[in-house]
T-cell receptor, first 115, second 112 residues
Framework: DTGVSQNPRHKITKRGQNVTFRCDPI?????LYWYRQTLGQGPEFLTY????????KSRLLSDRFSAERPKGSFSTLEIQRTEQGDSAMYLC?????????????FGQGTRLTVV | AQSVSQHNHHVILSEAASLELGCNYS??????LFWYVQYPGQHLQLLLK??????LVKGIKGFEAEFIKSKFSFNLRKPSVQWSDTAEYFC??????????FGAGTTVTVRA
C-alpha cells in the first residue's frame, strides 16, 4: 500500500502521559499536514510542513504539542502531559507540490483516548 | 478565516432515492473545493474536486457537484443512491494557501 500510513491506529493513555504518533506520507509528496477530528466535527488544521520546514501552526496547537519532520519524509506529532480534551482522531495528509491545484491524501488516523 | 457549513447533519434515505448534500463557504476569492467521503472504518477519500473551468464536476461512484460562485455553494448530488453509499461526507475548501477548511460532515444512511 503506497498511501499515507499512520501509527499507531489507536492509543489509550493516562492523563499526564506523553504520546507520540508517526506519519509516513506518500513517498513523492513533499507537503505534509496534521489535522485533528473530534466527534461530530470535520477535521481541523493543526500544522503543515513543506519538506522539513514547519511553515504554519494553528492556534489549536498548544505548547504541549510539537511536530517534526526531520528529513522531509516521515513526521511525528508529540503531545506532552496529555489532557482529556486531547482525545480525538489525529489525521495526517500529504500532497505534492504543483501550485494550488493539488489534492491531499489522508491516512487512516490515530485515535487517541486519554483516560 | 474560511468557514464551511454543511446543511444536514444526518440524512436517511432508501436505495434508489436521489441525494443532495448542501455546502456553503464564507470567504470568496479563488477557491478550490472538495468533497471527501469516509466509509465506516476507512480513511477520508476524495470523491471529487473543483479547481477551475466547468462548474459541474463529476466524481467517482456516480457523484457530481455544482459550484455556484454567486451563492458560495458546492452542493453534492447523486441521482440514485446505493446501500454502499452509507458513509460520512465532508465538504472542504482551500483558498490561496494549502490548508483545507472542512465542514462538520453529513452522515448518510441508505436503507436497503
Amino acid at each position: 500500500d503506497t498511501g499515507v500510513s499512520q501509527n499507531p491506529r489507536h492509543k489509550i493513555t493516562k492523563r499526564g502521559q506523553n504520546v507520540t504518533f508517526r506519519c509516513d506520507p506518500i513517498s513523492e509528496h513533499n507537503r505534509l499536514y496534521w489535522y485533528r477530528q473530534t466527534l461530530g466535527q470535520g477535521p481541523e488544521f493543526l500544522t503543515y510542513f513543506q519538506n522539513e520546514a514547519q511553515l504554519e501552526k494553528s492556534r489549536l496547537l498548544s505548547d504541549r504539542f510539537s511536530a517534526e519532520r526531520p528529513k522531509g519524509s516521515f513526521s511525528t506529532l508529540e503531545i506532552q502531559r496529555t489532557e482529556q480534551g486531547d482525545s480525538a482522531m489525529y489525521l495526517c495528509a500529504s500532497s505534492a507540490t504543483g501550485g494550488q491545484n493539488t489534492e491531499a491524501f489522508f491516512g487512516q488516523g490515530t485515535r487517541l483516548t486519554v483516560v | 478565516a474560511q468557514s464551511v457549513s454543511q446543511h444536514n447533519h444526518h440524512v436517511i434515505l432508501s436505495e434508489a432515492a436521489s441525494l443532495e448534500l448542501g455546502c456553503n463557504y464564507s470567504y470568496g476569492g479563488t477557491v478550490n473545493l472538495f468533497w471527501y467521503v469516509q466509509y465506516p472504518g476507512q480513511h477520508l477519500q476524495l470523491l471529487l474536486k473543483y479547481f477551475s473551468g466547468d462548474p459541474l464536476v463529476k466524481g467517482i461512484k456516480g457523484f457530481e457537484a455544482e459550484f455556484i460562485k454567486s451563492k458560495f455553494s458546492f452542493n453534492l448530488r447523486k441521482p440514485s443512491v446505493q446501500w454502499s453509499d452509507t458513509a460520512e461526507y465532508f465538504c472542504a475548501v482551500k483558498n490561496n494557501d494549502y490548508k483545507l477548511s472542512f465542514g462538520a460532515g453529513t452522515t448518510v444512511t441508505v436503507r436497503a
